[in-house]
């Protein structure tokens, strides 16, 4: 953890001066809020049972590592994908209450828009792969995650 954040737990990652550097890998910030929610700060668990991952989750970060054995620059913009309600003052607090939760809720549905906005910049299957023919052609450098036995690794 050193020596990829600096000693920075994830949820405060943005807070270290990597992450305000240029010199800052962009894939970091995006990675570290993935696995985020991997972990569990009140109890220690393996990822088995009722804390089992799904296919779906697995396959992500498969790619992900399969990336971060890759030449390839983290394409994709930074998205802020917490939910509203942590970054609201205390004036968006009090004219969510006054409204019963539709100033929220407006929040949420803009932020939800963005979401499916960001995913057709690229090939959003993919991702953190920019482009589904770096994926393919990762793949192939990298047998491991292609479902094949190989030899050697």
């Keep these: 953890m050193e020596d990829v954040t600096d000693g920075w737990l994830p949820e405060q990652y943005y807070r270290s001066k990597i992450a305000k550097s240029e ?9 570290l809020e993935l696995c985020w929610g991997l972990y569990d700060d009140t109890k220690n668990h393996k990822l088995i049972h009722a804390y089992k991952l799904s296919n779906e989750n697995l396959n992500i970060i498969a790619r992900c590592i ?4 890759s030449d390839n620059e983290y394409e994709w913009p930074y998205l802020d994908t917490k939910n509203p309600i942590l970054n609201f003052s205390l ?3 009090i004219l969510s209450i006054l409204t019963l ?3 929220y809720r407006n929040h949420r549905e ?13 090939d959003y299957k993919v991702w953190p792969f920019f482009r589904l023919n770096d994926y393919e052609k990762q793949l192939r450098q990298y047998p491991f995650l292609s479902g094949k036995q190989s030899v050697g690794i």
């Design 66 to 69: 399969l990336f971060m054995h």
């Design 91 to 93: 004036q968006d607090l």
């Design 101 to 103: 939760g539709h100033h």
């Design 110 to 122: 803009k932020q939800l828009i963005s979401y499916y906005e960001w995913q057709k910049l690229g």
């Design 23 to 31: 010199d800052e890998d962009l894939i970091i910030r995006p990675m």
